[in-house]
Structures are given as structure tokens and as C-alpha cells.
């Protein structure tokens, strides 16, 4: 579902505005996590809104177990740079 999302919400080729950082991995049991970072909220909530429930509608995913933080401290060091999106 998740490969599935990524070609069809199309987030890594065009991406909206606010979008700094995101990550996915999958816990032991098969249930994906995800960490975004975002410049505000309201950017996140405009692409959760807009593009990624009308995705998760459609494929009748089950709801997003989500929690907003606020962000505290960041380190984006060199080795980021060979996942960069080109």
C-alpha cells in the first residue's frame, strides 16, 4: 500500500510546499511508520487534506495513527545528501 501511495499521491515528484523531510520504515509486526517534517502544521495538514485522504479513501486504508510534535532540534548532516529526491 505504501508503494502504492508513493506513485500515486507522487509526493517525492512533486511535492507541496512545506515538505523538509520524510521517512518510512516498518516495525516487526508489518505496520509502516512514518516521520515527516514539516515547515508549519497547516502545510502538513494542506497535503494530508489535498492529496494523501483522497489516496487513503480510495484505497480503503485504515485511519492514520498520527501525532504532531514540535520540533526541538535539527541535524541535517552530509550523509543526508545521497537520499536526496533528484
Known amino acids: 500500500m505504501y508503494e502504492n501511495a ?3 499521491v507522487n509526493w517525492e515528484c512533486n511535492p ?3 515538505v523538509i523531510f520524510h521517512a ?3 516495525d516487526d509486526s508489518g505496520n509502516i511508520r512514518v ?3 514539516w515547515e508549519s502544521e497547516d ?3 494542506n497535503f494530508l487534506y489535498t492529496r494523501l485522504m483522497h489516496y487513503m479513501q480510495k484505497a480503503k486504508a ?3 495513527k498520527m501525532k504532531i510534535f514540535q520540533i526541538h532540534n535539527i541535524n541535517a548532516l552530509s550523509g543526508l ?3 536526496k529526491v533528484r
Open 43 to 45: 502545510q502538513w495538514k
Open 35 to 37: 516521520a515527516d517534517i
Open 62 to 64: 485504515p485511519p492514520l
Open 16 to 18: 507541496l510546499p512545506g
Open 24 to 26: 518510512a520504515s516498518f
Open 6 to 8: 508513493r506513485r500515486e
Open 81 to 83: 545528501d545521497s537520499y
